[in-house]
């Protein structure tokens, strides 16, 4: 066992864990933090996606000692006191989930996505959220929360993706 | 039970070649996309777990005249932006885009492929076609393996317990070299079924030298030679790329069957070959130098 000092989510957090167990069991056991989800525990699914000093990673995939010291954001940490984050409403908006399993996963894949693009092309919000699975919506609606969140979040209302461009059954990110 | 070794993250490499050294039974984590897997299957239960990713030397990329330089712990997604990547050797970002998803690229790096020589990995292929060099530590020195020498049988490589990665070496490749790379796998960015890295250099209009890099088909990556043979000396037409690719097939003997047969795999073989080829040449033709002074490849 070690002393693990993680910030989550801006708070500083220590807890005695063993160093090989993975990030996801830290935070929904230790830090009682269940918005994480564990779902394949193969590194496959994305439901265990937080980010990690500002990128998404699979938390099911990170040992905790080779998170010491490391600032996390979970899901919890969207929503700033009764606000939710935009990426939130407009998942909201667009229905872009069913039964929510994946939600949080796609929520952190999302805000990592529109730091990095803030106006992405439907190729790179599905190429981005490759390594998030929903089982429940089709993506088409996931996919809409995402461009409704860029267009929150920017300055301008531009759509650079048409309409048309919608993913169709092959092209859904995850097949 | 699995994973209740020591766990250490050293800040420098001695430190680390010291720890390797003194477990007869220790594991380097680097990114730990395959390692933590296979952890919690309980397939892998080491002594000691040696966490280099505090190591600051094993980072960043950096541009010399010919060749470029990449930090053991260069992340997949820090080559996929990188502009030196991109400029002196795209093939290498062309592969790495599309490995698993952008979560594992933003964890994995590539001195843990080199060190996994995973037989069916995308990343070492690539850098054997390239003609890359491996810097490793040890605890007593410091020494440079050609990639094409590196991976061994069985999915190994020749690294010593106490040895570890620190950096790859790759040369640009030249204006009049050309380098592409194909993989079949069942999921989009999934696991390569068979996976083949190709180049080519051109001189007066004939193909001075190639270099086809197979994975996927045995417990190591196959260098073609057959392929190679149809190639050289020819303007590389589409005939002959095709020839390239039936020779590389008729060559190989793949030894695995299992997700697909070696029947597949030794079409797979064949089209991917071919196709590789053909990004290889267009990049050839296209005569586009590095902006750093392209010198090609010599090998």
Known sequence: MFELTLTVNGEERVVDVEPTKPLVDVLRDDLELKGTKRSCSSGVCGACTVRIDGEARKSCLHFAGSVEGASVETVEGLAQDDELHPVQEAFLEEFSFQCGFCTAGFLLSTVSLLERSPNPTADEIKDALRGNLCRCTGYVSIVEGVRNAAEKMDATDERTADRNDWPTADEQPGN | ?299
């Open chain 2, 1 to 299: 039970m699995a994973g209740d070794g020591a766990f250490r993250r050293p800040t420098d490499v001695r430190s680390a070649c010291q720890t390797l050294s003194k477990a007869d039974d220790s594991v380097v984590v680097a990114g730990g996309q395959s390692l933590s897997l296979a952890v919690n299957d309980g397939a892998v239960d080491p002594e000691v777990f040696v966490d280099i990713s505090r190591i600051d030397s094993l980072e960043g990329i950096a541009a010399e005249e010919t060749r470029f330089r990449l930090g053991a712990l260069t992340t997949y997604s820090d080559v996929e932006t990188s502009a030196v990547v991109r400029r002196r050797a795209a093939v290498l970002a062309d592969a790495i885009a599309r490995i698993g998803d952008q979560q594992i690229r933003n964890a994995g790096t590539v001195g843990g492929a080199i060190a996994l020589a995973d037989p069916s990995a995308d990343v070492p292929p690539v850098l054997v076609s390239l003609g890359a060099v491996f810097e490793t530590r040890t605890t007593e020195q410091s020494r440079t393996y050609d990639a094409e020498e590196f991976f061994t049988e069985s999915g190994k490589s020749v690294l010593d317990g106490d040895e570890l990665v620190t950096e790859v070496r790759v040369p640009n490749v030249g204006a009049d070299s050309g380098a592409g790379f194909e993989k079949f796998a069942s999921r989009t960015n999934g696991r390569a079924i068979v996976n083949v890295a190709a180049r080519v250099r051109v001189e007066d209009g004939q193909c001075a030298n190639a270099r086809v890099c197979i994975g996927g088909v045995r417990d190591r990556i196959v260098v073609s030679d057959e392929a190679e043979s149809e190639l050289l000396g020819t303007g590389l037409s589409d005939e002959r790329l095709e020839r390239a690719g039936a020779a590389a097939s008729d060559g190989i003997q793949v030894r695995t069957d299992s997700p697909a047969t070696r029947a597949h795999r030794e079409g797979l073989v064949e089209v991917l070959t071919e196709d590789a080829l053909q990004i290889a040449r267009e990049r050839a033709r296209d005569g586009v130098s590095s902006r750093e002074g392209g010198n090609s490849c010599s090998s």
